[in-house]
């Protein structure tokens, strides 16, 4: 089967950097994928990995090791509107079947 | 393009009634995705089609979920009959590589089962 773990809350400060991490398990692995979800809102894209080592796109990035299981999204000079859950998704066995995980719900504090 | 189109966006109906929601992708995308969000389950996996064709139902969760997808542009998602616990938001997603990589989500459906 597929599993996949983050924690559920982050806080931090306006202008820090936050991590917020994934670990899975899944039998058979193609990517990981990040998503951003607003209250109301639906799920729009970050990033994908599909090798390990780290991606950066502006003030996103994300990173994977394989080996590890495990994988992290990195969000630099927070901005309010940076307030959001953050859901990781493993695409596994067959390859077009995402798994997503229960996601995490970062505060931006002022 | 206008991205995926959902409707209706809400939909506030009575249990044992029949739902359909509908679903447009975007244009040239030949993966479609129904997802279900819900917070005590999350955001599940119900069934994905590639090339009009249903590939993966196994999260339709009972046999009064159904799919289909009679072309490129346009599917349909019907719960009959409907139950309270079906209450959730009901997303479409479309992309053109399937799980690998970037999904596009429409707005979604807030489905209320009274």
């Known amino acids: 089967g597929q599993s996949l773990e983050q924690p559920s809350e982050v806080t931090a400060v306006e202008g820090a950097i936050v991590q917020m991490n994934c670990t899975y398990q899944t039998s058979g692995f193609y990517g990981l994928s990040w998503y951003q979800q607003h209250d109301g809102g639906a799920p729009t894209f970050l990033s994908y990995n599909a090798l390990d080592g780290l991606e950066e796109t502006g003030r996103f990035s994300s990173f994977l090791s394989r080996s590890d299981s495990y994988g992290y999204l990195l969000l630099q000079e927070l901005q309010m509107k940076d307030s959001a859950s953050y859901f990781c998704?493993?695409?596994?066995?067959?390859?077009?079947?995402?798994?997503f995980g229960a996601g995490t719900r970062l505060f931006v504090k002022a | 393009d206008a991205g995926v189109i959902q409707s209706p966006r809400h939909e506030v109906t009575e249990m044992g009634q029949e739902v359909t929601l509908r679903c447009k992708p975007i244009?040239?995308?030949?993966?479609l995705f129904w997802y279900r969000q819900t917070m005590m389950r999350g955001l599940e996996l119900l069934i994905y089609f590639n090339n009009n064709v249903p590939i993966d139902d196994s999260g339709m969760p009972e046999d009064r979920f159904s799919a289909k997808m009679p072309n490129a542009s346009f599917s349909t998602l019907k719960i009959q009959p409907s139950e309270p616990r079906d209450s959730a938001v009901y997303f479409c997603?479309?992309?053109?590589?399937?799980?690998?990589?970037?999904?596009?989500f429409g707005p979604g459906t807030r489905l209320t089962v009274l």
């Open positions: 997603a479309s992309s053109t590589a399937g799980g690998l990589g970037e999904q596009f």
């Open positions: 998704a493993v695409s596994g066995t067959g390859g077009f079947k995402t798994i």
């Open positions: 244009s040239g995308h030949d993966y």
